[in-house]
């Protein structure tokens, strides 16, 4: 029997509305080790506002990020940079 390894990357609910148009609507999306997720659709469609999300660039309306799997680290952005070495 084999289990799904928790998420080293969450995020949970999530929601953004920029410039008055919701650009998220409670999106969920759990990237577990080893995994290598792509994001893909057309113009718009909020792939750089999602990116920009779980690098903490963009706040959430709604929602949140964790980092680090059982550890359940809501992220800051000095928790993103710690956790995945991003600036």
Known sequence: RTYAA???????????????????????????????????GPNGSGKSSLTRLLTLQLALNAGHVVADGPRATVLTSEGLSQAFGVA
């Open 6 to 40: 928790p998420p080293v990357l969450e995020l949970a609910g999530a929601s953004l509305v920029r410039g008055g148009a919701q650009v998220l609507h409670h999106m969920s999306l759990a990237v577990r080790a080893g995994e290598h997720p792509a994001i893909l």
